[in-house]
Protein backbone atom coordinates (compact mmCIF):
# COMPACT_ATOMS: atom_id res chain seq x y z
CA UNK A 1 0.00 0.00 0.00
CA UNK A 2 2.77 2.60 0.77
CA UNK A 3 4.56 2.39 -2.72
CA UNK A 4 1.16 2.54 -4.39
CA UNK A 5 0.43 5.66 -3.32
CA UNK A 6 4.08 6.92 -3.10
CA UNK A 7 3.60 8.69 -6.21
CA UNK A 8 1.47 11.78 -3.62
CA UNK A 9 4.47 12.46 -1.82
CA UNK A 10 8.09 11.09 -3.90
CA UNK A 11 9.53 14.29 -5.17
CA UNK A 12 8.13 16.70 -2.59
CA UNK A 13 9.99 14.85 0.06
CA UNK A 14 12.93 14.50 -1.59
CA UNK A 15 13.04 18.25 -2.26
CA UNK A 16 12.27 19.46 1.79
CA UNK A 17 14.86 16.79 2.91
CA UNK A 18 17.47 18.22 0.13
CA UNK A 19 16.27 21.95 0.96
CA UNK A 20 17.70 21.24 4.48
CA UNK A 21 21.17 20.11 3.43
CA UNK A 22 21.33 23.38 1.94
CA UNK A 23 20.71 25.21 5.53
CA UNK A 24 22.13 23.28 7.40
CA UNK A 25 25.33 23.99 4.52
CA UNK A 26 24.93 27.70 5.07
CA UNK A 27 24.87 27.30 8.91
CA UNK A 28 28.30 25.49 8.84
CA UNK A 29 29.92 28.23 6.38
CA UNK A 30 28.36 30.60 9.49
CA UNK A 31 30.30 28.98 11.84
CA UNK A 32 33.45 28.62 9.58
CA UNK A 33 32.87 32.56 9.34
CA UNK A 34 32.94 32.67 12.90
CA UNK A 35 35.98 30.37 13.95
CA UNK A 36 37.97 32.31 10.95
CA UNK A 37 36.68 35.85 12.02
CA UNK A 38 36.29 35.52 15.77
CA UNK A 39 39.09 38.61 16.44
CA UNK A 40 36.94 40.59 14.75
CA UNK A 41 34.15 40.15 17.48
CA UNK A 42 34.29 41.66 20.67
CA UNK A 43 33.08 40.38 23.90
CA UNK A 44 30.82 37.45 21.95
CA UNK A 45 29.34 34.86 24.19
CA UNK A 46 27.45 31.46 23.46
CA UNK A 47 24.03 32.94 24.19
CA UNK A 48 24.63 35.94 22.18
CA UNK A 49 26.24 33.27 19.40
CA UNK A 50 22.73 31.51 19.82
CA UNK A 51 20.56 34.48 19.07
CA UNK A 52 22.58 35.73 16.26
CA UNK A 53 22.52 31.99 14.52
CA UNK A 54 18.58 31.40 15.48
CA UNK A 55 18.34 34.68 13.51
CA UNK A 56 20.33 33.92 11.03
CA UNK A 57 18.26 31.04 10.42
CA UNK A 58 15.69 33.18 8.58
CA UNK A 59 18.01 34.94 6.29
CA UNK A 60 19.18 30.97 5.36
CA UNK A 61 15.86 30.01 4.42
CA UNK A 62 15.40 33.04 2.30
CA UNK A 63 18.90 32.78 0.31
CA UNK A 64 18.19 28.96 0.09
CA UNK A 65 14.48 29.15 -1.25
CA UNK A 66 16.40 32.26 -3.81
CA UNK A 67 18.89 29.97 -4.44
CA UNK A 68 17.18 27.04 -4.72
CA UNK A 69 14.44 28.14 -7.14
CA UNK A 70 14.60 26.44 -10.37
CA UNK A 71 15.62 23.11 -8.19
CA UNK A 72 12.06 23.36 -6.42
CA UNK A 73 10.33 24.26 -9.79
CA UNK A 74 11.98 21.37 -11.56
CA UNK A 75 10.82 19.24 -8.03
CA UNK A 76 7.24 20.47 -7.81
CA UNK A 77 6.41 21.21 -10.97
CA UNK A 78 2.84 18.53 -11.76
CA UNK A 79 4.54 16.90 -14.57
CA UNK A 80 4.51 13.23 -14.78
CA UNK A 81 8.17 12.84 -16.26
CA UNK A 82 10.16 14.06 -13.14
CA UNK A 83 9.45 10.33 -12.06
CA UNK A 84 12.22 9.18 -14.58
CA UNK A 85 15.62 8.85 -13.74
CA UNK A 86 17.25 11.27 -16.69
CA UNK A 87 15.11 14.07 -15.35
CA UNK A 88 16.08 13.07 -11.63
CA UNK A 89 19.91 13.28 -13.41
CA UNK A 90 19.51 16.44 -14.19
CA UNK A 91 17.69 18.47 -11.16
CA UNK A 92 20.61 16.57 -8.91
CA UNK A 93 22.86 18.20 -11.13
CA UNK A 94 21.30 21.65 -10.54
CA UNK A 95 21.10 21.11 -7.02
CA UNK A 96 24.95 20.70 -6.82
CA UNK A 97 25.64 23.41 -9.31
CA UNK A 98 24.18 25.96 -7.63
CA UNK A 99 24.69 25.12 -3.99
CA UNK A 100 28.57 24.63 -4.72
CA UNK A 101 28.23 28.81 -5.99
CA UNK A 102 26.75 29.41 -2.99
CA UNK A 103 29.50 27.68 -0.39
CA UNK A 104 32.04 29.20 -2.49
CA UNK A 105 30.44 32.47 -2.04
CA UNK A 106 30.03 32.18 1.92
CA UNK A 107 33.35 31.04 2.11
CA UNK A 108 35.19 33.72 0.02
CA UNK A 109 33.05 36.49 1.37
CA UNK A 110 34.97 34.82 4.86
CA UNK A 111 38.52 36.27 3.59
CA UNK A 112 36.96 39.44 2.48
CA UNK A 113 35.22 40.48 5.27
CA UNK A 114 38.79 41.12 6.93
CA UNK A 115 38.84 43.92 4.58
CA UNK A 116 35.31 45.45 4.46
CA UNK A 117 33.82 44.26 7.66
CA UNK A 118 30.94 43.66 6.53
CA UNK A 119 29.06 41.09 3.98
CA UNK A 120 29.19 41.84 0.43
CA UNK A 121 26.65 43.49 -1.32
CA UNK A 122 25.69 43.47 -5.39
CA UNK A 123 27.66 46.60 -5.48
CA UNK A 124 31.03 44.61 -5.90
CA UNK A 125 30.17 44.31 -9.45
CA UNK A 126 30.48 47.16 -10.37
CA UNK A 127 33.51 48.33 -8.25
CA UNK A 128 35.65 45.78 -9.42
CA UNK A 129 34.04 45.24 -13.39
CA UNK A 130 37.12 46.97 -14.54
CA UNK A 131 39.42 45.40 -12.95
CA UNK A 132 41.64 42.60 -15.02
CA UNK A 133 43.39 41.01 -11.82
CA UNK A 134 40.55 39.73 -10.05
CA UNK A 135 41.03 35.71 -10.58
CA UNK A 136 45.09 36.04 -10.02
CA UNK A 137 43.88 37.53 -6.23
CA UNK A 138 41.43 35.23 -6.13
CA UNK A 139 43.79 32.37 -6.68
CA UNK A 140 46.58 33.54 -4.06
CA UNK A 141 44.06 34.28 -1.41
CA UNK A 142 43.19 30.42 -2.07
CA UNK A 143 46.50 29.19 -1.89
CA UNK A 144 46.89 31.41 1.48
CA UNK A 145 43.80 30.27 2.71
CA UNK A 146 43.65 26.44 1.92
CA UNK A 147 41.69 25.13 5.06
CA UNK A 148 39.02 27.49 3.50
CA UNK A 149 38.89 25.35 0.06
CA UNK A 150 39.13 22.00 1.55
CA UNK A 151 36.43 23.39 4.00
CA UNK A 152 33.96 24.10 0.64
CA UNK A 153 35.25 20.54 -0.95
CA UNK A 154 34.36 18.64 2.34
CA UNK A 155 30.79 20.57 2.22
CA UNK A 156 30.68 20.31 -1.74
CA UNK A 157 30.87 16.44 -0.71
CA UNK A 158 28.66 15.73 1.79
CA UNK A 159 25.89 17.72 -0.35
CA UNK A 160 26.40 15.11 -2.83
CA UNK A 161 26.42 11.87 -0.65
CA UNK A 162 23.64 12.80 1.36
CA UNK A 163 21.51 14.21 -1.76
CA UNK A 164 18.28 12.52 -1.65
CA UNK A 165 17.50 11.06 -5.17
CA UNK A 166 13.33 10.20 -5.59
CA UNK A 167 12.31 6.43 -6.17
CA UNK A 168 11.72 6.53 -9.85
CA UNK A 169 10.31 3.28 -10.60
CA UNK A 170 6.68 4.52 -9.85
CA UNK A 171 3.26 2.92 -11.23
CA UNK A 172 1.08 5.97 -11.86
CA UNK A 173 -2.38 4.47 -11.93
CA UNK A 174 -4.64 7.50 -12.25
CA UNK A 175 -2.86 10.19 -13.78
CA UNK A 176 -6.42 12.74 -13.20
CA UNK A 177 -5.26 12.15 -9.34
CA UNK A 178 -1.58 12.42 -10.01
CA UNK A 179 -2.09 15.62 -11.42
CA UNK A 180 -4.82 17.09 -8.92
CA UNK A 181 -2.29 16.18 -5.97
CA UNK A 182 0.55 17.45 -7.61
CA UNK A 183 -0.66 20.69 -8.25
CA UNK A 184 -2.14 20.85 -4.79
CA UNK A 185 1.30 20.58 -3.23
CA UNK A 186 2.25 23.34 -5.21
CA UNK A 187 -0.05 25.55 -4.44
CA UNK A 188 0.50 25.02 -1.04
CA UNK A 189 4.67 24.75 -0.97
CA UNK A 190 4.54 27.61 -3.19
CA UNK A 191 2.75 29.65 -0.38
CA UNK A 192 5.02 28.90 2.03
CA UNK A 193 8.31 29.29 -0.31
CA UNK A 194 7.06 33.13 -0.57
CA UNK A 195 6.52 33.21 3.06
CA UNK A 196 10.04 31.97 3.41
CA UNK A 197 11.82 34.21 1.25
CA UNK A 198 9.67 37.26 2.80
CA UNK A 199 11.28 36.21 6.20
CA UNK A 200 7.97 35.36 7.40
CA UNK A 201 4.07 34.45 7.42
CA UNK A 202 1.28 37.05 6.54
CA UNK A 203 0.80 40.36 4.97
CA UNK A 204 2.18 42.22 7.98
CA UNK A 205 5.10 40.68 7.09
CA UNK A 206 7.55 43.15 5.16
CA UNK A 207 10.47 41.40 3.11
CA UNK A 208 13.42 41.18 5.44
CA UNK A 209 15.97 42.94 4.33
CA UNK A 210 19.96 43.48 5.19
CA UNK A 211 19.04 46.08 7.90
CA UNK A 212 16.90 43.29 10.08
CA UNK A 213 20.07 41.16 11.27
CA UNK A 214 20.65 44.36 13.27
CA UNK A 215 17.64 43.04 15.13
CA UNK A 216 20.16 40.09 16.73
CA UNK A 217 23.09 42.20 17.45
CA UNK A 218 24.60 44.84 19.53
CA UNK A 219 27.29 46.11 16.84
CA UNK A 220 26.59 46.66 13.69
CA UNK A 221 29.95 44.21 12.76
CA UNK A 222 28.58 41.52 14.04
CA UNK A 223 25.17 41.53 10.97
CA UNK A 224 27.61 40.02 9.01
CA UNK A 225 27.26 36.87 11.77
CA UNK A 226 23.85 36.71 11.26
CA UNK A 227 23.72 37.01 7.63
CA UNK A 228 24.77 35.10 4.41
CA UNK A 229 26.73 36.76 1.06
CA UNK A 230 24.07 35.27 -1.23
CA UNK A 231 21.29 37.12 0.88
CA UNK A 232 23.40 40.30 0.65
CA UNK A 233 23.59 39.76 -2.70
CA UNK A 234 20.09 39.27 -3.91
CA UNK A 235 18.95 41.97 -1.64
CA UNK A 236 21.07 44.44 -2.93
CA UNK A 237 20.68 43.79 -6.83
CA UNK A 238 19.12 46.66 -8.36
CA UNK A 239 18.30 48.08 -5.30
CA UNK A 240 17.87 52.08 -5.44
CA UNK A 241 20.30 53.68 -3.11
CA UNK A 242 18.73 57.13 -2.14
CA UNK A 243 15.53 56.68 -0.99
CA UNK A 244 14.80 60.30 0.44
CA UNK A 245 13.18 59.82 4.16
CA UNK A 246 10.42 62.41 5.54
CA UNK A 247 11.78 62.98 8.70
CA UNK A 248 11.40 66.82 8.60
CA UNK A 249 8.40 68.31 6.82
CA UNK A 250 9.81 71.91 7.50
CA UNK A 251 12.69 72.67 5.77
CA UNK A 252 13.58 75.60 7.17
CA UNK A 253 13.97 74.17 10.44
CA UNK A 254 15.63 71.12 8.74
CA UNK A 255 18.32 73.54 7.58
CA UNK A 256 18.95 75.89 10.67
CA UNK A 257 19.51 72.52 12.29
CA UNK A 258 22.08 71.48 9.73
CA UNK A 259 22.82 72.37 5.99
CA UNK A 260 25.52 71.50 4.00
CA UNK A 261 25.59 75.28 2.16
CA UNK A 262 29.33 76.88 2.74
CA UNK A 263 29.12 80.71 2.47
CA UNK A 264 32.50 81.57 3.37
CA UNK A 265 33.39 84.71 5.38
CA UNK A 266 35.11 87.99 3.95
CA UNK A 267 37.73 87.63 7.09
CA UNK A 268 40.95 86.89 4.79
CA UNK A 269 41.98 87.99 1.40
CA UNK A 270 42.22 84.53 -0.61
CA UNK A 271 45.79 82.72 -0.75
CA UNK A 272 46.54 81.11 -3.58
CA UNK A 273 48.62 78.58 -1.73
CA UNK A 274 49.34 74.96 -3.80
CA UNK A 275 47.35 72.24 -2.45
CA UNK A 276 48.61 68.28 -2.08
CA UNK A 277 46.51 65.82 -0.92
CA UNK A 278 47.67 62.21 -0.06
CA UNK A 279 45.28 59.64 0.02
CA UNK A 280 47.09 56.85 2.04
CA UNK A 281 45.26 52.87 0.76
CA UNK A 282 44.40 50.98 4.48
CA UNK A 283 46.42 53.73 6.80
CA UNK A 284 44.27 53.06 9.87
CA UNK A 285 45.27 55.12 13.05
CA UNK A 286 46.21 51.83 14.72
CA UNK A 287 49.90 51.58 12.29
CA UNK A 288 50.83 55.24 13.95
CA UNK A 289 53.03 54.70 16.61
CA UNK A 290 52.66 58.68 17.33
CA UNK A 291 49.09 58.71 17.49
CA UNK A 292 48.99 55.61 20.13
CA UNK A 293 50.91 56.38 23.16
CA UNK A 294 49.12 54.14 25.16
CA UNK A 295 48.98 50.64 23.27
CA UNK A 296 51.20 48.17 24.43
CA UNK A 297 51.79 49.50 27.92
CA UNK A 298 53.75 52.80 26.33
CA UNK A 299 55.89 50.73 24.47
CA UNK A 300 54.25 50.83 20.44
CA UNK A 301 56.05 52.06 17.82
CA UNK A 302 53.90 51.44 14.90
CA UNK A 303 54.96 51.07 11.33
CA UNK A 304 54.94 54.57 10.01
CA UNK A 305 57.76 56.45 11.59
CA UNK A 306 57.82 59.09 8.26
CA UNK A 307 54.43 60.08 8.94
CA UNK A 308 54.81 59.94 12.61
CA UNK A 309 57.60 62.76 12.25
CA UNK A 310 54.65 64.30 9.78
CA UNK A 311 52.10 64.17 12.59
CA UNK A 312 54.25 65.71 15.33
CA UNK A 313 55.20 69.07 13.32
CA UNK A 314 51.58 69.65 11.80
CA UNK A 315 48.32 69.90 12.50
CA UNK A 316 46.14 66.19 13.46
CA UNK A 317 43.30 65.42 15.76
CA UNK A 318 42.83 62.39 18.65
CA UNK A 319 39.57 61.90 17.11
CA UNK A 320 39.45 61.04 13.56
CA UNK A 321 37.26 59.21 11.29
CA UNK A 322 37.03 57.82 7.83
CA UNK A 323 33.13 58.00 5.75
CA UNK A 324 32.85 54.72 4.61
CA UNK A 325 35.37 50.84 4.58
CA UNK A 326 36.78 50.80 0.93
CA UNK A 327 38.70 52.90 -1.22
CA UNK A 328 35.62 53.63 -3.55
CA UNK A 329 34.26 55.90 -0.89
CA UNK A 330 37.17 57.46 0.01
CA UNK A 331 37.86 59.38 -3.15
CA UNK A 332 34.38 61.76 -3.13
CA UNK A 333 34.63 61.84 1.00
CA UNK A 334 38.04 63.19 0.64
CA UNK A 335 37.82 65.19 -2.35
CA UNK A 336 34.08 66.44 -2.34
CA UNK A 337 32.51 66.14 1.14
CA UNK A 338 30.49 63.07 -0.14
CA UNK A 339 29.83 60.73 2.58
CA UNK A 340 28.95 56.65 2.14
CA UNK A 341 25.66 56.31 2.61
CA UNK A 342 24.16 52.85 1.84
CA UNK A 343 26.36 52.52 -1.50
CA UNK A 344 29.27 53.93 -2.69
CA UNK A 345 28.64 57.31 -4.14
CA UNK A 346 30.63 56.34 -7.19
CA UNK A 347 28.78 53.21 -8.12
CA UNK A 348 25.32 54.89 -8.40
CA UNK A 349 23.43 57.11 -10.97
CA UNK A 350 23.96 59.76 -8.70
CA UNK A 351 27.86 60.22 -9.71
CA UNK A 352 26.12 60.90 -13.37
CA UNK A 353 24.89 64.34 -11.24
CA UNK A 354 26.54 67.95 -11.58
CA UNK A 355 29.53 67.48 -9.31
CA UNK A 356 32.47 69.57 -7.50
CA UNK A 357 35.05 69.11 -5.55
CA UNK A 358 38.72 70.93 -3.83
CA UNK A 359 40.23 70.74 -7.37
CA UNK A 360 36.62 71.60 -9.03
CA UNK A 361 36.35 75.07 -6.78
CA UNK A 362 40.15 75.72 -7.10
CA UNK A 363 39.28 75.56 -11.06
CA UNK A 364 37.50 78.53 -10.08
CA UNK A 365 40.47 80.30 -8.80
CA UNK A 366 42.30 79.40 -12.08
CA UNK A 367 44.37 76.60 -10.48
CA UNK A 368 46.04 73.76 -12.44
CA UNK A 369 44.58 70.17 -11.32
CA UNK A 370 45.56 66.89 -11.59
CA UNK A 371 44.45 63.45 -10.04
CA UNK A 372 47.16 60.61 -9.83
CA UNK A 373 46.51 56.96 -8.95
CA UNK A 374 49.26 53.95 -10.10
CA UNK A 375 46.29 51.53 -10.89
CA UNK A 376 45.69 50.79 -14.45
CA UNK A 377 43.39 53.33 -16.03
CA UNK A 378 39.79 53.10 -15.17
CA UNK A 379 40.24 51.02 -12.12
CA UNK A 380 36.87 51.70 -9.57
CA UNK A 381 35.73 54.46 -11.51
CA UNK A 382 38.79 56.97 -10.63
CA UNK A 383 39.39 58.67 -13.32
CA UNK A 384 35.83 58.77 -14.49
CA UNK A 385 35.24 60.41 -10.95
CA UNK A 386 37.82 62.75 -10.88
CA UNK A 387 36.94 64.52 -14.07
CA UNK A 388 33.42 65.23 -12.56
CA UNK A 389 34.81 66.08 -9.69
CA UNK A 390 37.16 68.93 -11.14
CA UNK A 391 40.57 67.56 -11.92
CA UNK A 392 41.74 68.11 -15.83
CA UNK A 393 44.44 65.92 -15.92
CA UNK A 394 44.62 62.09 -15.05
CA UNK A 395 47.60 60.02 -14.71
CA UNK A 396 47.43 56.62 -14.21
CA UNK A 397 49.53 53.21 -14.89
CA UNK A 398 49.15 54.58 -18.83
CA UNK A 399 50.61 57.93 -18.08
CA UNK A 400 53.06 56.06 -15.33
CA UNK A 401 54.65 53.91 -18.93
CA UNK A 402 57.02 51.67 -17.15
CA UNK A 403 55.47 48.34 -16.58
CA UNK A 404 58.78 47.13 -15.26
CA UNK A 405 57.24 48.34 -12.36
CA UNK A 406 54.02 46.83 -11.68
CA UNK A 407 53.38 45.01 -9.15
CA UNK A 408 51.16 42.16 -10.94
CA UNK A 409 48.50 43.00 -9.06
CA UNK A 410 47.05 46.59 -8.48
CA UNK A 411 49.54 48.23 -10.15
CA UNK A 412 52.42 50.36 -10.09
CA UNK A 413 54.54 50.47 -6.38
CA UNK A 414 54.29 53.10 -4.54
CA UNK A 415 58.18 54.46 -4.04
CA UNK A 416 58.54 54.34 -8.20
CA UNK A 417 55.02 56.15 -8.52
CA UNK A 418 55.35 58.38 -6.06
CA UNK A 419 58.41 59.62 -7.23
CA UNK A 420 56.76 59.82 -10.90
CA UNK A 421 53.84 61.68 -8.99
CA UNK A 422 57.27 64.12 -7.33
CA UNK A 423 58.42 64.79 -11.35
CA UNK A 424 55.20 65.76 -12.52
CA UNK A 425 54.78 68.26 -9.80
CA UNK A 426 57.76 70.21 -10.52
CA UNK A 427 56.44 70.70 -14.18
CA UNK A 428 52.97 72.24 -13.17
CA UNK A 429 52.41 75.79 -13.30
CA UNK A 430 51.38 77.32 -10.01
CA UNK A 431 49.05 77.44 -8.33
CA UNK A 432 47.97 73.73 -8.81
CA UNK A 433 45.63 71.62 -6.52
CA UNK A 434 46.87 67.65 -7.03
CA UNK A 435 45.90 64.69 -5.45
CA UNK A 436 47.64 60.99 -4.88
CA UNK A 437 45.81 57.94 -3.87
CA UNK A 438 48.54 54.79 -2.98
CA UNK A 439 48.08 50.96 -3.57
CA UNK A 440 50.92 49.14 -2.35
CA UNK A 441 49.53 48.50 1.32
CA UNK A 442 46.83 45.88 -0.23
CA UNK A 443 46.22 42.28 -0.20
CA UNK A 444 47.97 40.48 -1.31
CA UNK A 445 50.64 42.36 1.07
CA UNK A 446 53.70 41.44 -0.85
CA UNK A 447 56.62 43.78 -1.49
CA UNK A 448 59.15 44.50 -4.03
CA UNK A 449 62.06 42.85 -5.17
CA UNK A 450 64.86 43.55 -3.13
CA UNK A 451 62.59 44.70 0.21
CA UNK A 452 61.78 41.34 2.02
CA UNK A 453 62.94 42.04 5.72
CA UNK A 454 63.76 45.68 5.32
CA UNK A 455 60.27 46.54 7.19
CA UNK A 456 59.08 45.12 10.68
CA UNK A 457 56.83 42.26 9.59
CA UNK A 458 54.37 42.90 13.04
CA UNK A 459 51.88 40.65 13.81
CA UNK A 460 49.99 40.40 10.70
CA UNK A 461 50.58 41.08 7.17
CA UNK A 462 49.95 44.59 6.09
CA UNK A 463 52.63 45.89 9.11
CA UNK A 464 55.49 45.51 6.24
CA UNK A 465 53.53 46.89 3.84
CA UNK A 466 52.46 50.10 5.61
CA UNK A 467 56.21 50.31 6.42
CA UNK A 468 57.03 50.12 2.64
CA UNK A 469 54.56 52.48 1.54
CA UNK A 470 55.50 55.11 4.63
CA UNK A 471 58.94 54.60 2.88
CA UNK A 472 58.03 55.89 -0.34
CA UNK A 473 56.42 58.74 1.34
CA UNK A 474 59.63 59.69 2.73
CA UNK A 475 61.08 59.50 -0.21
CA UNK A 476 58.33 61.56 -2.07
CA UNK A 477 58.95 64.32 0.77
CA UNK A 478 63.15 64.29 0.11
CA UNK A 479 62.19 64.67 -3.22
CA UNK A 480 59.99 67.71 -3.38
CA UNK A 481 61.33 69.91 -0.09
CA UNK A 482 63.88 71.51 -1.79
CA UNK A 483 61.76 72.66 -4.74
CA UNK A 484 60.38 76.24 -4.61
CA UNK A 485 56.87 75.52 -4.37
CA UNK A 486 57.16 73.08 -1.71
CA UNK A 487 57.40 76.31 1.25
CA UNK A 488 53.79 77.75 -0.68
CA UNK A 489 52.14 74.13 -0.38
CA UNK A 490 49.39 73.12 2.07
CA UNK A 491 49.42 68.92 2.40
CA UNK A 492 46.88 66.51 3.30
CA UNK A 493 47.64 63.56 4.24
CA UNK A 494 44.77 61.07 5.46
CA UNK A 495 43.79 57.07 4.72
CA UNK A 496 40.92 55.45 2.30
CA UNK A 497 39.92 53.57 5.25
CA UNK A 498 41.12 51.15 8.00
CA UNK A 499 42.52 47.79 6.93
CA UNK A 500 43.35 44.81 8.97
CA UNK A 501 43.90 45.12 12.81
CA UNK A 502 45.52 44.02 15.97
CA UNK A 503 44.18 45.52 18.84
CA UNK A 504 41.11 44.82 20.06
CA UNK A 505 40.06 48.46 20.48
CA UNK A 506 40.29 49.23 16.28
CA UNK A 507 38.26 46.59 16.31
CA UNK A 508 34.88 48.16 17.39
CA UNK A 509 32.32 50.17 15.44
CA UNK A 510 34.53 53.40 16.49
CA UNK A 511 37.91 51.86 15.49
CA UNK A 512 37.23 50.23 12.55
CA UNK A 513 36.89 53.87 10.70
CA UNK A 514 39.58 55.55 12.77
CA UNK A 515 41.99 57.10 10.33
CA UNK A 516 44.72 59.63 10.42
CA UNK A 517 43.52 63.32 9.21
CA UNK A 518 46.60 65.79 9.03
CA UNK A 519 46.93 69.20 8.02
CA UNK A 520 50.89 70.25 7.01
CA UNK A 521 52.58 73.20 6.40
CA UNK A 522 56.28 73.05 5.67
CA UNK A 523 56.51 76.96 7.30
CA UNK A 524 55.08 75.11 10.23
CA UNK A 525 51.85 77.50 10.93
CA UNK A 526 49.40 74.52 10.73
CA UNK A 527 50.90 72.86 14.01
CA UNK A 528 48.91 71.12 17.11
CA UNK A 529 47.60 67.55 18.15
CA UNK A 530 44.16 68.86 18.87
CA UNK A 531 42.29 66.25 21.10
CA UNK A 532 39.15 68.30 21.59
CA UNK A 533 37.93 68.64 17.55
CA UNK A 534 36.23 65.50 15.70
CA UNK A 535 37.75 64.85 12.32
CA UNK A 536 36.91 63.17 9.49
CA UNK A 537 37.01 62.65 5.67
CA UNK A 538 34.02 65.11 5.17
CA UNK A 539 36.05 68.07 6.70
CA UNK A 540 39.06 68.46 4.43
CA UNK A 541 37.46 70.30 1.72
CA UNK A 542 36.15 73.10 4.01
CA UNK A 543 38.99 72.98 5.69
CA UNK A 544 41.26 73.79 2.64
CA UNK A 545 38.83 76.23 0.83
CA UNK A 546 38.43 78.57 3.96
CA UNK A 547 41.75 78.43 5.17
CA UNK A 548 42.70 79.71 1.60
CA UNK A 549 40.27 82.47 1.97
CA UNK A 550 37.60 80.58 -0.74
CA UNK A 551 34.81 82.92 -1.03
CA UNK A 552 32.75 81.00 -2.84
CA UNK A 553 29.28 79.33 -2.12
CA UNK A 554 29.68 75.36 -2.21
CA UNK A 555 28.19 72.32 -1.04
CA UNK A 556 30.24 70.33 1.48
CA UNK A 557 28.74 67.37 4.29
CA UNK A 558 31.87 68.65 6.65
CA UNK A 559 32.73 71.23 8.60
CA UNK A 560 35.96 73.95 8.93
CA UNK A 561 38.06 72.15 11.73
CA UNK A 562 40.29 75.37 12.07
CA UNK A 563 37.37 77.71 12.79
CA UNK A 564 34.21 75.58 14.21
CA UNK A 565 34.13 75.62 17.71
CA UNK A 566 35.09 72.01 19.04
CA UNK A 567 31.27 71.20 20.22
CA UNK A 568 29.76 71.86 16.74
CA UNK A 569 32.49 69.13 14.75
CA UNK A 570 31.13 65.61 14.41
CA UNK A 571 32.23 62.70 11.85
CA UNK A 572 29.22 60.39 10.22
CA UNK A 573 29.65 57.18 8.58
CA UNK A 574 27.42 54.10 7.30
CA UNK A 575 27.74 50.76 8.71
CA UNK A 576 26.21 47.82 8.08
CA UNK A 577 22.64 49.31 7.73
CA UNK A 578 23.45 51.47 10.61
CA UNK A 579 24.26 55.15 10.53
CA UNK A 580 27.18 56.12 13.08
CA UNK A 581 26.92 60.11 14.11
CA UNK A 582 29.75 61.32 16.20
CA UNK A 583 29.48 64.56 18.20
CA UNK A 584 30.79 65.64 21.56
CA UNK A 585 31.25 63.12 23.92
CA UNK A 586 28.92 60.61 22.27
CA UNK A 587 28.45 57.68 19.37
CA UNK A 588 24.59 57.83 18.45
CA UNK A 589 23.70 55.01 16.18
CA UNK A 590 20.61 54.72 14.51
CA UNK A 591 18.51 52.26 12.29
CA UNK A 592 17.12 54.84 9.75
CA UNK A 593 14.09 54.55 11.93
CA UNK A 594 14.98 54.83 15.36
CA UNK A 595 18.39 55.17 18.06
CA UNK A 596 19.58 51.13 18.46
CA UNK A 597 23.00 52.81 20.98
CA UNK A 598 24.49 55.84 22.23
CA UNK A 599 28.08 55.58 23.64
CA UNK A 600 30.15 57.58 25.30
CA UNK A 601 33.09 56.53 23.01
CA UNK A 602 35.99 58.97 24.16
CA UNK A 603 35.81 56.93 27.38
CA UNK A 604 34.32 54.07 26.87
CA UNK A 605 36.63 52.78 23.94
CA UNK A 606 35.50 49.57 23.34
CA UNK A 607 31.70 50.78 23.24
CA UNK A 608 30.28 48.12 26.01
CA UNK A 609 28.19 50.40 27.95
CA UNK A 610 25.04 51.57 25.87
CA UNK A 611 23.77 54.41 27.56
CA UNK A 612 20.30 54.73 25.42
CA UNK A 613 17.83 53.24 27.84
CA UNK A 614 19.31 55.84 30.26
CA UNK A 615 19.70 59.10 28.79
CA UNK A 616 17.61 61.55 28.80
CA UNK A 617 16.21 63.82 25.82
CA UNK A 618 17.80 66.78 26.05
CA UNK A 619 20.81 64.94 25.23
CA UNK A 620 19.47 62.45 22.79
CA UNK A 621 17.04 64.70 20.64
CA UNK A 622 19.62 67.43 19.41
CA UNK A 623 22.15 64.63 17.98
CA UNK A 624 19.29 62.77 16.55
CA UNK A 625 17.70 65.77 14.95
CA UNK A 626 21.13 66.66 13.43
CA UNK A 627 21.70 63.12 11.93
CA UNK A 628 18.44 63.19 10.29
CA UNK A 629 18.70 66.66 8.66
CA UNK A 630 21.92 65.41 7.36
CA UNK A 631 20.49 62.42 5.41
CA UNK A 632 17.55 63.42 4.80
CA UNK A 633 19.37 66.76 2.87
CA UNK A 634 22.12 64.27 1.25
CA UNK A 635 19.20 62.15 0.21
CA UNK A 636 17.47 65.37 -1.35
CA UNK A 637 20.62 66.37 -3.39
CA UNK A 638 21.68 63.44 -4.81
CA UNK A 639 18.54 62.27 -5.98
CA UNK A 640 17.49 66.06 -7.13
CA UNK A 641 20.75 66.83 -8.63
CA UNK A 642 21.96 69.37 -6.19
CA UNK A 643 25.18 68.76 -5.58
CA UNK A 644 26.84 72.12 -6.48
CA UNK A 645 25.91 75.74 -6.24
CA UNK A 646 24.00 77.81 -9.31
Known sequence: ????????????????????????????????????????????TIDRLLTMFKGGLTFDISAVLYTNILYIVFMLFPVHYKENKLYQLFT?????????????VNLMDTVFFQYTNRRTTASI??????????????????????????????????????????VTAIQIPNKWAYYLVQVCVLCVSGYLIVCGMRGGIGQSVRPITISNANKYVEAPIETAIVL?????????????????????????????????????GKNKDFTPLNVVVIILEGFGKENSGFLNPHLENGLYKGYTPFLDSLLKEGLTYKYSFANGRKSIDAMPSVLSS???????????????????????????????????????NGSMGFDSYAKTSGFVDYFGMDEYGNRNDDDGNWGIWDEPFLQFFAKKLNTFRQPFMSSVFTLSSHHPYILPPGYEGKFPKG???????????????????????????????????????????????????????SIPVLFYRPNGELKGYDQERIASQNDIMPTVLEYLGYDNPYIAF?????????????????????????????LLQFDGESAVALYRFKTDIMLTDNLLAVTDEDTLAPLLSQLKSIIQQYMERMTENRMIVK
Open 1 to 44: MRNKYRWTYNTGLAALFNLFLSVMSFMLCRLIFVLVNYRYFTDL
Open 228 to 264: NTPFSLYRTFGKKPFNVPAYWADREAMENTYSPLHQP
Open 558 to 586: GTDLLQVEPEETFAVNYFNGIYQFFKGDY
Open 125 to 166: FSEFQSEGNILSIIGIEAARHWYLVIGAIVLIYLLYRCYKTP
Open 459 to 513: KIPIHQCIGYTDYALQRFFEAISGEEWFKNTLFVITADHTNANDHAEYQTSQGLF
Open 338 to 376: IPMFVEPFILTPASLNELSGIAGELKKKDYYTAFFHGAP
Open 92 to 104: KGLFLFVNTVAIV
